[in-house]
């Protein structure tokens, strides 16, 4: 009888303890977000982690794009070879940089860079009663902590794509022209053609939603943080984990309500 | 006969079904030092935290000079709280900012309206100098990190990032664990003076017996959730009462047992 029941108490658990986070988390960001609308806003916070997620993780996004972009090129010339249909690879390279690598490859570097470092550092302060003594200083924690880090990070990862977005049409560009022998202009050309503004807003849609749900998970995790350095360490990996599965989640729900016909 | 500063009527949380507070009834009068003792896990720190709203008790009621801050408006809470300063076990000092930053957040969030308009970050700063003196330690100090001070010189700045707002109600959570017994004589010597000048009303926990009695004159000793003794703190050492006794005293032997988890 065990056998059989175990399992599905163990599944029934398991659903419950993930819709309990799921309301726990959705909670946690109408609360934030409510301190949109009510001052006081905290600018300096939130132009700090401008600067830190947009700024600072310019160069590992722009790298990620520029390979990303070349190796796009060079995968399609060898794939695209067997059917002579090479003149493609413009169009292949500016869609897929756009619609999908520049904002999911650029969202989960600055996952692991800042949705990280969020999540450490409020942790930090949780198991330091620093968050305690913000409450009694008459600050509300999640107005200072929380809310600039989500405006921040819904600002400053669509700022990135359109960087990613660029570097990775430019790896793409120059393998195409400078190893594939590719005509700069007929590459150029071909790569205009192919682009719709509708690719570049979509990637700049899904970028703010990626840039949200990252310093969302980082700040939720940080805050509810437990337990001295080891808790700051769990809340860190569960905050880059939690954060890098709905990035990918999302990117499909999105993926779907805009290009699905 | 006068309202008292504080006065706590039955309250009592439970965590789970281990109850932390069970019914405790403490009034503190104005411009007293009152001292809570207690072993470790006997309710003292949630009992500071349920004053300062940081945990929610499960029933009682908590009075700032005759008004329930547990029935009071948000805002009416965040009020009364403005008039209250922490130093914590830890001092709890702010890690991104300086020294400086530190006391001058302290002086800005805890600035009411009736003192006139909040004062420039800059001023701040400047005033947070006259405060960083005021705590034994020269200004130069607040161009500093807090990681680069000493246990003894982090607990000063936490204290004058306390009494920065000029609050009329000050709590210390054990101020001098940590701290060699000079220097935890300095921060006791610190901390009457803040509260002499301000005129503040103030609770301290403590299990350092020394502390206790240099900074109350009234004490209370909480065990299992219970306050089981209150009376003056100098006569924390002879109160007459068996686990008071036992405690301060040190003895293994005695009506206070301490609990094996297992």
Same mark, same amino acid.
């Given at each position: ?261 | ?115 006139? *308009? ?7 700063? &400047? +005033?947070? @100098? #006259?405060?960083?003196?005021? =705590? %034994? /330690?020269? *200004? ?7 990681? &680069? +001070?000493? @246990? #003894?010189?982090?607990?000063? =700045? %936490? /204290? ?103």
């Amino acid at each position: 009888m065990n056998a059989v029941l175990d399992p599905i108490a163990a599944l029934g658990r398991a659903v419950l303890g993930l819709v309990r986070q799921s309301g726990a988390l959705a909670m946690f960001a109408l609360e934030a977000l409510s301190h949109l609308v009510r001052p006081p806003f905290y600018w300096r916070i939130f132009l700090s982690t401008l600067i830190e997620t947009g700024f600072f993780s310019l160069p590992v996004v722009a790298l990620t794009a520029l390979f990303s972009g070349a190796v796009i090129a060079l995968q399609s010339y060898v794939g695209f070879g067997q059917y002579h249909v090479q003149s493609a690879i413009a169009g292949i390279v500016v869609l897929a940089v756009t619609r999908e690598l520049g904002p999911v490859l650029a969202g989960l570097m600055v996952a692991g860079r800042v949705g990280a470092a969020m999540s450490a550092q409020i942790g930090t302060m949780r198991v330091t009663d620093q968050i305690d003594a913000l409450t009694t200083l008459s600050t509300n924690p999640m107005k200072y902590l929380v809310t600039p880090r989500l405006l921040a990070g819904t600002i400053a990862l669509p700022c990135l794509v359109i960087v990613a977005d660029v570097l990775g049409v430019l790896g793409g560009f120059t393998v195409s022209v400078a190893k594939l022998g590719f005509s700069p202009s007929t590459y150029i050309t071909a790569t205009l053609d192919s682009l719709k503004t509708i690719d570049v807003v979509v990637g700049l849609v899904k970028a703010a939603v990626f840039g949200f749900l990252i310093a969302l998970l980082g700040c939720y995790h940080g805050y509810n943080s437990r337990g001295g350095a080891e808790g700051v360490g769990s809340a860190t990996t569960a905050a880059v984990v939690g954060a890098s599965i709905l990035l990918l989640l999302f990117d499909y729900l999105l993926t779907d309500l805009f290009f699905s016909q | 006969m006068s309202t008292p500063k504080i006065r706590i009527r039955g309250l009592s949380k439970a965590f789970g079904s281990k109850v932390v507070l069970d019914g405790i009834d403490l009034d503190v009068e104005t411009g007293t030092s009152m001292v809570i003792i207690g072993g470790s896990g006997s309710g003292k720190s949630v009992l500071l935290r349920c004053i300062l709203g940081l945990i929610q008790p499960d029933a009682g009621t908590i009075e700032i000079d005759g008004e329930n801050i547990l029935t009071a408006s948000r805002s009416r809470q965040e009020a009364i709280r403005r008039q209250i300063g922490m130093l914590f076990q830890n001092a709890a000092l702010f890690d991104s900012m300086s020294v400086a930053d530190n006391i001058a957040f302290g002086l800005r969030a805890k600035h009411s309206d009736r003192d006139g *308009p909040v004062p420039s970050r800059a001023k701040a700063r &400047e +005033l947070a @100098g #006259g405060i960083l003196q005021q =705590v %034994g /330690l020269d *200004p130069s100090v607040g161009q500093l990190s807090p990681s &680069e +001070l000493s @246990g #003894g010189m982090q607990k000063r =700045v %936490g /204290l004058a990032r306390a009494i920065a707002g000029q609050p009329n109600i000050l709590f210390f959570d054990e101020p001098t664990t940590g701290l060699d017994p000079i220097m935890g004589a300095v921060i006791d010597g610190l901390i009457v003076d803040c509260v002499q000048k301000l005129g503040s009303t103030a609770i301290a926990i403590t299990h350092d017996m020394a502390s206790a009695q240099r900074i109350g004159n009234k004490a209370a000793m909480l065990y299992h959730g219970k306050l089981v003794w209150q009376g003056l703190a100098a006569d924390l050492m002879h109160s007459g009462n068996a686990m008071v006794d036992q405690f301060t005293h040190g003895r293994r032997e005695g009506p206070i047992t301490m609990e094996l988890r297992k």
